[in-house]
C-alpha cells in the first residue's frame, strides 16, 4: 500500500514538474520578450500561453535524426542520463514540511551526485555526436561542471555547520520561520558564490559555453534533434529549478513565509523559486558571455577561495559562539 | 606634395622603368616597366617626402579591347596614398601579353595578399614571391580568369561542382526526397544558354 | 574530380601535447555573418592557424559592370553591403561622377550627405547588436534593431526601399526629401543620443563585456596599414584616416565633425570608435538639415534623369545620354570622357574605392571595387591567430565584414 502511494506521489510530482517545466520556458519567453521591446510568444492561446503544449507537441512529433557516424547507443541514452538524474534529486526536496518524497539525511549530498551524473549526459552527447562542435561543447561542459561544482559544494559547507545537518528538511527547519533565522545574511558570501556556481552549473548566462551558439552552434546538442533535443531542455530547465530549490532551502528558508498559507503549503516555496527563475531570466537579458579561460580562473581563483575563506569564518563564529 | 613632383622624383629615382606619365582628372598615374616594381614602391613608401603608406587598391586591367594603342595586354594597378601627407598617385605596370607575371609586394602591404590572389583569380596574372597565390573568389577547380575581356559573360560551361550537385541531387531523389523537387526544375542548363 | 558532400569526422585521441585538430567554420554557421567560411586548426581551444575562404557569395559584379552602362551598373553597388546600400550607391556615383566630370547641384549633395550618414548609422546599429550578439548580450540586439526600424521607415519614405535603395543617382539624387521624411529624421535626432546611452549601459562598462574586448584582437597601427585595414578598424589603432576628412566629396566639407580615434587597437578600441561615429554621424545629419539649400536636385547631364524630351535630336560625340537604343548608332564615337580615377569614399565598413576606367563607350571598361570587408577578412587570419575561438568571433564582429562587399 506505501508502494503504492508512493508511486501516485511520484507521478503527481512528475506531473506537476513537468508543467512547470513547460511553463518555465514560457515564463523566460516573455519576460526575455518584454525586457527586449517585444512580446514574446503571442498566437497560440490567450498572449500565447498554449505556447508551451504546441512547442511539446511539435518536438515529440519531428523527426528524431540520428547522425550516421554517432556512437548510436551513447548518443540515444545521453539526454535520458540528464532527465534521469535531474528528476531524480527532485525526489528528496522538501517542498513543504512533511511534503517530500525521500527524507533521507544526505540529501545535499545526493543533490550534488545527481548534478554531476547530469554532467555526464552532456559530455557523452558531446562525445557520441561525432561532431567537433559537440565535442568542444560536451568538453567544456566536463571542465565547468568540475570546477564549478567544487566551488558549489564548498560554499555549501558553511550551511551544513550552521544547520548541522545535511538533510535538506532538518536545514529548513534550523532556519526557523523568522526572517532573520534565514542562512542569507549570516552565509552572505556562501550565497554569492553558490549563485555564481548555480548559474554555471545549470549552463546558464553568462556561463552558457557549452552551448554558446555563436561560437559552437549549439555545443553538445547541436546534433540532437526532435524529442531528444527537447529531453535535454527539460533537463536543463529541471536542473534549473533544483538548482533554485536548493538555493532557497539553504539560503532563504524554504517554505517558510511570512504567514502560513493554509490549503497550499508550498506556496512560499514556489514563489522563492520562480524569484530565483526570474533572476536567472533577468541576467540572461543582461550580461554578455565569458570566455572559456576567465570562466575557469573566476571558478578557480575567485570563488574556491572565497568559500574556503566563508567555511573557516564560519567554523570560527560557531566555535565562539557556542 | 605636387603630383607631377612626386613622378619627377621617380622617374630620377628609376629613369629606365618610367614608361610615361598623364593625368585625368586630377589624378596623376605613371605607367612603368614590371621589372622592378617592389623597389618602386617601397621606395614610394619609404622616401620621406612621399610617404604612400596606405596601399589603397590593387587590381588586374585586361587592355585587350582598349582603343588606346601601345599598351600591353595585361597590367596592375596599385592606387596609393598618403596618409601623413594626403597626397595619391597611381601605379599601372604593364605586364605582358601571355603568361603575366609580376613581383609581389606582400613584403610591402601585408593586405596585398588577397589583393593578389584576388588579381590572379579572375585575370590570370602570376605574382613571384606570393605566399600563397590560390583562387580566393572562384571555386579552387574553376577554368579560367573570368575578368578576361575574352571570356564570356555567362561562361563558357557550367562549373563541376554544380553539375556535380546537381547529379546528387537527382540521385538522392531517387530514395523519394522531394519528388517533384529542384532537381527536375533546375536541371543542368541547355546548350541554348550559351552566348 | 569527387567532392565528399559528407566527411566522416576523427576526433583525435589526446595521447600527448599539441595534438591539433582541423574545425571548418562555416559557411552556415550563427556567428559568421553571411557565408564566410574560416577553417581553423585548433590546439584545445587555441587557434594555431586560421584560414578564412570567401567567394560563397561571388556574383561577379565587376564582369557585369563591364557589361552594362553606367547607369544600370548602380544597382550592384545596392548589392554590395547590403547593410549600408546608400553609402555604396553614393560612393559609386561620386566615382562615376569624376570619372565623366559631371556635375552635382549643392542640395543633392547635401541630401546624399544625409542619407549616406543614416546608412552609416544603420550598418554601425546592426553592427553592434551582431557584435553584441556573437559575445552573448543578447538584449542590444534588440534595442539597436529598434532605432534601424526608424531608419529604415525613413529610407522607405524617402525612395520606397528598405534594403536595396538605388536612391542616390549620377549627377544627383532620384527624388526630393518630403516634409515628412525632415520629420520623422529630426524626431529620430532628437531621441537617438539618448537610444546610445541605453546600449552603452547595457555593455559599455559591462565586466564581462569588457574582459572580453579589452586587450583582444590587437593591431598596432602600422600593422593595421600594413594590412590594410580601414574605417573604424583602423581609427582604433590610432591612425588618423578618414577619406571624408582627406577627400571630401559631397557635403562632407561643408559640416563639422569629428574623426573619433581609439589608441590600443583591441576590440574594445574599435567599438567605441564606431559609438563615437554614431554621434558624429547624427551630427552630420543635423547640420545638414539645417543647411539644407534649395534649389535642383539633378545636374543638367546627369545621365539617367535627363527627361526623353531633353535628349537632344542630333547626338554629337561628347554628349552625354542615357539609353541602350541609342547608344547604338553612335558606338564607334567617344560619348564620355576616357580616361581611368580612383575615388574612394568612407562607408561604414571603411574606405569603399571604385576603381574605373572609361574608354569612351557608355559601359565602364573596367570598373574595379576596392572592398574594405575583403581586405578585413584577408586580415582576420593575421588578427586571430594564437588566440581562442571564442576571441575569433569577437573579431569577426568587430571587423564588421560583410560578405555581400567581400565576395562582389
Redesign the interface.
Known sequence: MDILLMLVWIVILFVVVMLHVAYATYFERKIIGHMQVRLGPMRIGWHGLLQPIADGIKSFFKEDIIPENADRPTFLAAPIICLVAMMTSLAVLPFARGWVLADIDIGLLFIFAMSSLASYGVVLAGWSSNSKYSFLGGMRSMAQVISYEISMGLSLVGVMLMAGSLNLSAIVEAQGDRFLGMYLMPQCIGFFVFFISMLAETNRVPFDLPEAETELVSGYSTEYSGMRYAIFFMAEYIGMMVMAAIATICFLGGWNGPFAVPFFPPLWFVLKIYLFMFVFIWIRATLPRYRYDQLMGLGWKVLIPLALANIVFTACMKAILT | MEQMAIVDGLRAAFPDEILHSYT??G?T?VVVRPGRIVDMLRWLRDTDTIRM?????L?G??NV????SGLSRFEV?Y?L?S?PL?H?I?VRAEVGDKEPAIDSVVE????????ER?TYD?LGIRFNNHPDLR?????D?WVGH??RKD?P?RGREEW??MT?LLA?VQELDRFGFDPEGHAHSQAIPDEEDEE | MTRPITKSMDIPVADGEGERYSLRMGPQHPATHGVLRVDLELDGETIVECTPQVGYLHRGFEKLAENKTYAQALILTDRLDYIAAMANNVGYCVAVERLLDISVPLRAKYIRTIVAEMSRICSHLLWLATHALDIGAMTVFLYCFREREILLDLFEELCGARLTFSYPRIGGVRQDVTARFIDGLQRFLDIFPSKIEEYETLIDTNRIWLKRTVGIGKVSGEEALALGLTGACLRGSGVDYDVRKHQPYDAYALVDFEVPLGSDGDIYARYRCRMEELHQSARIIQQCIDQLPPGPIAGPDAPDLVMPNKVPARIEAGTNVYGTGLIKLVRDRNLYISGDVYVATEVPKGELGFYFISDGNNRPYRMHIRSPSFIHIGALAAIARGELIADLIANIGSLDVVLGESDR
Open positions: 585625368n582628372q589624378q598615374a603608406n596606405h596601399l589603397r587598391s587590381c586591367v585586361d579591347r582598349r582603343k588606346e594597378v592606387n596614398y596618409i594626403r595619391e597611381r610591402l602591404w601585408a593586405g596585398a595578399n588577397w589583393l584576388e579572375l583562387r580566393v573568389l572562384m571555386p577547380d573570368p575578368l571570356y559573360l563541376a561542382g556535380e546528387k
